[in-house]
């Protein structure tokens, strides 16, 4: 084909293509996708996939996104950073080592999940001999609670308050203090598993505080003191303080603490190339191989189809289960392009023969023959390209099935844990049973960006089949 010719043809369909509303919108969702997916490391994190099977400690656990907040009853504390430079600004030289004083206003009627301290540093040759850290919270109501003391510094410390036993004892014994309420052993044993220390600590004062704390708004000051024996130093260079909210980002976080948002921008490269792989792949084999298969005809032909049929007969989804079981009870990616193309060219290779079988009377194929063109020539320059357009429809239109295939293998905990994948993403969910617990935002954007992809493609199938298929143009 002559290169004028070539931009004639590429002109022409666009003409044709531009009228289809569907194809354009197609278009339009197409070109989000790839610039999702091509720019998530500077959207997001490079390291998000080697990170995503670790906890994120500085981050909430299954909090949901901070835009709720406007749509309820109760504003939830947002989630708040105080780097090494601002706390620089707050250090205070006392005759023992510094303090840090970090002023927090709490506007919230639920505040923050955890206050974590991370990588305060201390050097220490002598490990009887080490730096030492008070934490001490000032409340707005004049009270002095100091929920953490003589915690010794070892090397680079993180420490989660939240969490920290100390921390609920302390909190139990202030509480006890200032309402006089008296618990039994087993509650208190109760209180010191179970108790969200932040709530208590941010509360008003009240006898039944420790079961339904009411927040109290104001200005905190968390008071972080280091006691620094002669000799000893300790850096802040890379410390962080970090008030863990009870609601973050767009789509807030599940029980790793992991950015959702992050999660979903990065399964859509995977979501992108698995499936455009696996159609591509089973479309292109299952031309050639319903050409070949009526091109030869005959004993080959019916011998072809059995194997065709054959392989259609395999329940694929059980045979890829035991499939994964096998690898251990996780399949590679690439295994799973395999697996997904081997049962994946069937049906097309079935409408390409029943195509093919038309093309193959034409006359242009019979002087092709007549010429002593062989059958390798006959099939790839003549008869393949006839289904062309049938081939590129059917590429975006298998997209989505093969999108949904690899999201019900990792649905079933048979994906690659490895990678991030909106599949994974919704088998964590289940497991942690996250739309029984309603953690909505855990469920629907990973489902929702399934079926948006999904549409995407299906939309952009169906233009192009009737731009390239004339009975099926709508005038």
């Not at 070539?6 to 969702?29: E, H, R």
């Not at 308050?161 to 203090?177: F, M, P, Y």
Request: proline share 5%.
């Amino acid at each position: 084909m002559r290169w004028s010719d070539f931009k004639d043809s590429v002109s022409n369909f666009w003409f044709d293509f531009k009228k289809q509303k569907t194809g354009l919108l197609a278009i339009v969702l197409l070109i989000f996708w790839i610039g999702i997916a091509l720019a998530a490391p500077l959207i997001t994190s490079p390291d998000i996939p080697s990170t995503w099977q670790n906890y994120w400690i500085d981050y909430p656990k299954n909090v949901p996104p901070k835009w709720v907040n406007a749509f309820s009853s109760q504003t939830l504390a947002v989630h708040e950073i105080f780097t090494s430079d601002q706390l620089k600004q707050y250090m205070v030289k006392t005759d023992e080592g510094f303090k840090i004083e970090i002023p927090y206003k709490n506007i919230y009627d639920v505040p923050p999940q955890d206050i974590v301290i991370k990588n305060i540093t201390g050097t220490s040759p002598n490990p009887r001999r080490t730096p030492k850290m008070d934490v001490i919270i000032v409340r707005p109501d004049g009270e002095q609670i100091t929920i953490l003391s003589g915690y010794k510094i070892k090397g680079a410390t993180t420490l989660q308050l939240g969490r920290s036993d100390a921390v609920r004892r302390a909190t139990i014994n202030w509480v006890k203090e200032k309402t006089g309420v008296q618990l039994t052993p087993q509650k208190e044993f109760e209180y010191l598993a179970t108790l969200d220390s932040m709530k208590v600590l941010f509360a008003k004062i009240s006898p039944d505080m420790l079961d339904r704390p009411k927040s109290l708004k104001g200005d905190y000051k968390v008071i972080i003191n280091v006691r620094i024996p002669q000799g000893l130093t300790v850096s802040v260079d890379n410390t962080e303080v970090i008030f863990n909210g009870r609601s973050y980002g767009w789509l807030g976080t599940d029980y790793k603490g992991r950015d959702l948002l992050a999660g979903l921008i990065w399964g859509s490269r995977v979501s992108l190339t698995i499936g455009i792989s696996i159609s591509v792949l089973s479309v292109l084999i299952g031309i050639f191989y319903g050409v070949t298969s009526a091109y030869l005809g005959g004993w080959t032909d019916e011998f072809m189809q059995r194997i065709n049929e054959f392989v259609a007969s395999i329940p694929s989804l059980p045979i890829l289960i035991l499939l994964g079981s096998y690898f251990g009870g996780h399949i590679e990616l690439w295994q799973i392009v395999f697996l997904l193309v081997l049962f994946g060219w069937v049906g097309i290779a079935k409408v390409a023969r029943s195509m093919a079988l038309q093309i193959k009377e034409q006359v242009y194929v019979e002087a092709a023959r007549a010429l002593g063109a062989g059958t390798g020539r006959i099939i790839f320059r003549h008869m393949v390209p006839q289904l062309l357009p049938y081939a590129f429809a059917q590429m975006a239109l298998s997209v989505p099935s093969a999108v949904l295939s690899e999201a019900s293998l990792s649905f079933l905990g048979l994906g690659d844990p490895t990678k991030v994948t909106w599949g994974q993403i919704l088998h964590d969910a289940q497991v942690a049973g996250a739309a029984v617990n309603g953690y909505w935002w855990w469920v629907i954007p990973p489902g929702l960006a399934i079926a948006l992809v999904g549409l995407t493609f299906v939309l952009l199938g169906t233009a192009l089949d009737r731009v390239l298929n004339p009975r099926l143009r709508r005038l």
